[in-house]
Each structure stands twice: as C-alpha cells, then as structure tokens.
C-alpha cells in the first residue's frame, strides 16, 4: 500500500484543457466596419472569404482614404484662419508630416468640397487626382463631366492627357521652356514660405514685415566664366 501511494504521489498532475476559441466566420462579422475606427484595431485585416467580403472591406478602405484627406484638407483651412499671423506657415514648415505643396493640395480639394463645386460621390481616392479636377476652369469641368472624367475611379494620367488635350500650345510658342519656369516658380516659391517660416520659428522675423532697423546686406557674386 505504500508503495502504490508512492507511485500516486509521482505521478504527474493531468493538464487542464485550455479551451480553444473558434474565429468568428467573415459571414457573421457586420455590414459597415466604420465603428472599428475608434478602437485600436481598426486597421487590422478581417478574415475574408467571399468576392462579396473583400469587395465590402477594400470599398471601406477607399471611402476611408478619401474621408481622411478631406479631414486634413478641412483641418489645414482652419488652421490658416484661425492660427496668429505667420503660425501656420511655421506650423507646416516644422509639424507636419508632408510638404507645402502637399498641404496646398489637401487645402484646395476640402475648400471645392465645402464650396460645392466638387461632390463626395465623385471625389477620387487620391488628393492628387482629386487636386486636378478642382484646379479645371468651370468649363474644364463641364467638359469632363460630359466625357464621363468625372468619378471616383479616374486617374491623374487620364485628367492631365484630358486637360492638354483642351490647352494646345499656340503655334511657334516654347511650350517646354514654359512649362519649365512654372514649375521652377511653384518651387522658388514653395521654398521661400518654407525659409519664411524658418526665420520665424527660430529667429522671431518675418521677412515680409518691417526688421526694426535689421538691414539685409545682399551682395551681387559674378558666377560668369573666367572667375
């Protein structure tokens, strides 16, 4: 009898069965996701099975994608009139996660929503397709609406193609070198609000206003040949 109660007492004690939870079927799972927004999984992939389930998923992803950039559009505008003068452009130049032109896109898109000139129901996926339907004259936009260019899924290449097709270049004029210094301005430009900001951010002056007596001495370099 010892013995057998030694025996019991090694024995090892049996392991409790872990219970196993089943994953929830995709068929079972909601028809609109947009509440998975405010919790911290709402960028998580679902388990999806069906034409029907993946086609509901990425169309939540896209109408999501065009609500954010709105938002951010929405949110830039505000910040231009509500900020001090000179604190939004700092505010670009050192916060946010993306450039000036970038913001400007953001900004035009949300002001054509909230103007009516643009419609959700049309709005593309993309703030830079979306930047080149808002920047067409009123009868830009009549045309390419009557051509069917107007909806959610065109693309930037088919807007610019549509809008060159409208604008040849006159006979005889240098389109390219046009087109060249436009797109230097928009830079030189971009670059200056962005050197403003700075000035203002870490040296408290705004070069577009009157120094106080600071003088900026510019001196001419002569970068010609044979220097």
């Not at 959700?120 to 609406?145: C, F, H, N, R, W």
Request: charged content about 30%; overall charge positive.
């Amino acid at each position: 009898m010892k013995k057998a109660a030694e025996q019991g007492r090694g024995a090892p004690a049996p392991t409790p069965a872990v219970p196993v939870t089943a994953m929830k079927p995709a068929s079972s799972l909601p028809a609109s996701k947009a509440d998975r927004r405010a919790s911290d999984i709402s960028d998580a992939i679902v388990t999806c099975r069906t034409r029907q389930e993946f086609t509901q998923e990425i169309r939540y992803h896209w109408n999501r994608s065009r609500k954010e950039f709105l938002s951010i559009g929405r949110y830039l505008n505000r910040a231009k009139d509500t900020l001090p003068h000179g604190e939004f452009e700092a505010m670009i130049a050192s916060d946010m996660p993306f450039s000036v032109e970038t913001a400007f896109r953001f900004r035009a898109v949300a002001d054509a929503i909230d103007t009516g000139r643009l419609t959700m129901d049309v709005l593309p996926g993309a703030e830079s397709v979306a930047y080149q339907i808002v920047t067409m004259t009123p009868e830009e936009l009549e045309q390419a609406k009557a051509v069917g260019l107007i909806r959610p899924d065109v693309t930037r290449r088919q807007l610019i193609a549509f809008k060159r097709s409208l604008r040849p270049a006159k006979a005889g004029a240098p389109a390219d070198a046009r087109k060249e210094l436009l797109r230097d301005y928009a830079r030189q430009k971009a670059r200056l609000a962005e050197l403003r900001a700075i000035l203002m951010r870490d040296h408290g002056i705004d070069p577009e206003k009157p120094m106080n007596g600071i003088t900026i001495d510019v001196e001419a370099e002569d970068v010609g040949p044979g220097v």
